[in-house]
C-alpha cells in the first residue's frame, strides 16, 4: 500500500507545477478531456471528471486451480483438493453535472457466486450480494493538465448466503432440520467513504488517474463491529488515436481494497486487483470497452484462489 500512496504524493506534486487556471464551463466538452487528453474509464477506478454520464457493466468470471479446503459431514472427512467458482455480475450507474464544480450520482450492482461442481458448492455454496450507493463529487482544483475532485459516498448492501455444508452438518448433529439452523441467512451492510480522485495527462497521448478512499463501516463480506477501511489504485491510459490515427486505448490498471466484495470469495484480509481494458477512443460521446481482472483471494482458511474474469463496459456522455 506504500507504493499506492507515494504515486499519490507524486501527481498531487505535479499539480503545483506553475500552470493556467482553465474554466471548463465556458466550454465543456461531453466526455472526460484533460489537457487534450481523452481518459478512458476503467472498472474499479472512479474517475474525478464532473460529467453527465450513464454506465452499464455487465461481467463473469471463473477460478483457475482453486484448491478447496477439506471439510467433514459427520465423522466422514470429505476430501476436495479441486474446483472452481464462477462469478456474475452487472452495474448500472447515472451521474448527473448540476454544476461545473458539482455531480450527484446513483449506482446499483448485484454480484453472484457460486460453486459449479459438487463439491465446490458444498464447501463454498452460493453466496449473492447486491448494494445501492448516492453520491456527491466536488471539484477541488482543475488546472490545464490536473484535474483533483472530493466525492462523498453512501452505501446500502445486502449479502445472501446459502451454506450448504454447515446446514447438512447442522441436520446430522440435530437429526432434524431447525429454525435456528438456517439454510439461507441475509446479512446487511452500510458504508460511508471520503474519495480524493485525481487525474493528470501527460500529452495528448498518456494520461493517469489515481484515487484514495476512507471507508467507515461493515465490509460486506466481513461482518462485526464497523471499522476504516482504505481502497486506493491507479490506473496507466494509452490513447492511440493521436500518434496512430487508430481510435483505440489502452488502459491498466492496479486496485488495492481492504472493504472486499462478494466476488472476492470469503476474504477477511485485503485483495488486489490488475485491469486490462481495450476500448473505442473515437469519440467523446461514448466509451466502450472490454476488460480483463485478475485477482487472488481467500476461500476460507489459508486456502488461496486465482480468480479470472472479464467485463463490458459502456458509458454514455451527454
Do not use: C
Not at 448492501?157 to 450448504?164: A, E, L, Q
Not at 483505440?248 to 486490462?276: F, W
Amino acid at each position: 500500500m506504500r507504493h499506492f500512496l507515494l504515486l499519490g504524493v507524486f501527481i498531487l506534486t505535479s499539480a503545483l507545477t506553475p500552470a493556467q487556471d482553465v474554466d471548463s464551463s465556458l466550454n465543456p466538452s461531453p466526455g472526460p478531456v484533460l489537457g487534450g487528453h481523452l481518459f478512458q474509464p476503467l472498472v474499479g477506478v472512479p474517475n474525478p471528471f464532473i460529467r453527465t454520464v450513464s454506465q452499464v457493466t455487465v461481467g463473469g468470471g471463473t477460478t483457475l486451480n482453486l484448491q478447496l479446503p477439506i471439510f467433514t459431514i459427520a465423522d466422514r472427512i470429505v476430501v476436495a483438493p479441486q474446483g472452481s467458482l464462477a462469478v456474475v455480475s452487472m452495474q448500472a450507474s447515472h451521474e448527473q453535472r448540476i454544476k461545473d464544480w458539482l455531480s450527484v450520482y446513483a449506482t446499483f450492482r448485484i454480484v453472484g457466486r457460486l460453486g459449479t461442481n459438487v463439491t465446490s458448492l458444498l464447501s463454498q455454496g452460493v453466496n449473492t450480494a447486491s448494494t445501492f450507493g448516492l453520491g456527491w463529487k466536488v471539484k477541488v482544483f482543475e488546472s490545464k493538465k490536473f484535474l483533483g475532485t472530493l466525492s462523498l459516498d453512501l452505501t446500502n448492501g445486502s449479502v445472501t448466503v446459502v451454506d450448504v455444508d454447515s446446514w447438512i452438518k447442522g441436520i446430522i448433529d440435530s437429526s432434524a432440520i431447525r429454525a435456528e439452523n438456517p439454510l439461507v441467512q441475509t446479512k446487511p451492510a452500510l458504508l460511508s467513504g471520503l474519495t480524493a480522485r485525481t487525474a493528470y495527462a501527460f500529452n495528448e497521448t498518456f494520461g493517469l488517474t489515481y484515487f484514495l478512499e476512507a471507508v467507515y463501516g461493515e465490509a460486506i463480506v466481513r461482518g462485526g463491529d464497523p471499522g476504516v477501511y482504505f481502497n486506493t489504485g491507479f490506473g496507466i491510459n494509452t490513447d492511440l488515436r493521436p500518434v496512430t490515427d487508430v481510435p483505440m486505448a489502452i488502459t491498466a490498471g492496479l486496485v488495492y481494497r481492504q472493504t472486499p466484495s462478494i466476488e472476492d470469495a470469503e476474504s477477511s484480509s485485503s485483495v488486489t486487483t490488475g485491469s486490462l481494458r481495450v476500448g473505442y477512443s473515437g469519440t467523446q460521446h461514448f466509451a466502450f470497452g472490454l476488460q480483463i481482472n485478475g485477482q487472488y483471494g481467500d476461500v476460507g482458511g489459508e486456502k488461496q484462489a486465482f480468480f479470472m474474469g472479464g467485463a463490458i463496459d459502456m458509458r454514455f456522455y451527454y
